[in-house]
Every structure is written in C-alpha cells, then in structure tokens.
C-alpha cells in the first residue's frame, strides 16, 4: 500500500492551496481518509476525516475542506483563508479496522 501526498509549498498568509494524496495497493473506497498535520514542536493532530460512505469532519472549522474521488483513488484537502499558523508538513491517511496507512508528507509554509 502507498500513499502520495502532493500539492503543498509556499504561499502567502490569506491565500489558498489544494493538496491532494494518491492511493495504491489496497482497496480504497472501503477505507477512510484523513488528513493530518504536524508542526514543528507540535504533536500530530487531525485536520479532516472523510469516511468511506463519503461523510465528513473537519477540525479546522469553515477555511479546510475534504473531499475524495473513489474512481481515482484520490483525496483532497482544499485549504482556503491560510494562516501563518496553518504551517506545518500535512500527512495523508488511510484507515479501517485493523489497518493504518501514512504518507509521507508535504510541506506547507503559510507567510504573514
């Protein structure tokens, strides 16, 4: 199995930027996907959840957005309104019972 974040890079405080994680080797539209995002210092934390029947959480209320694509074997995690603090390198996983996927990351840098 493998997961293939891209999308991320530099961008200026306010702007937007759409990450995206490729997914192989395993039958993905039976597993949820989530983002997360890890700053330097800081713990790991949860950013967004889509579940496998297509519903959805967001952690970052009214600026993150997630969706997926089961024909293409994609998620997304469309940020809008970034903020300095929105720095951090963004991870993509995939998860069900009994079995845990991580990519390995990409680099998100937010400017005031």
């Known amino acids: 199995a493998q997961l293939v974040e891209s999308g991320g890079g530099l961008v200026q405080s306010g702007g937007s930027l759409r990450l995206s994680c490729a997914a192989s080797?395993?039958?993905?539209?039976?597993?949820?996907m989530s983002w997360y995002r890890q700053a330097p210092g800081k713990e790991r934390e949860a950013v967004a959840r889509?579940?496998?029947?297509?519903s959805s959480t967001n952690y970052v209320k009214g600026r993150f957005t997630i969706s997926r694509d089961n024909a293409k074997n994609m998620v997304y995690l469309q940020m809008d309104s970034l903020e300095p603090e929105d720095t951090a390198v963004y991870y993509c996983?995939?998860?069900?019972?009994?079995?845990?996927?991580w990519g390995q990351g990409t680099q998100v840098t937010v400017s005031s």
């Open positions: 889509i579940f496998s029947g297509g």
């Open positions: 080797g395993f039958t993905f539209s039976r597993y949820d």
């Open positions: 996983r995939a998860h069900v019972t009994l079995d845990d996927y």
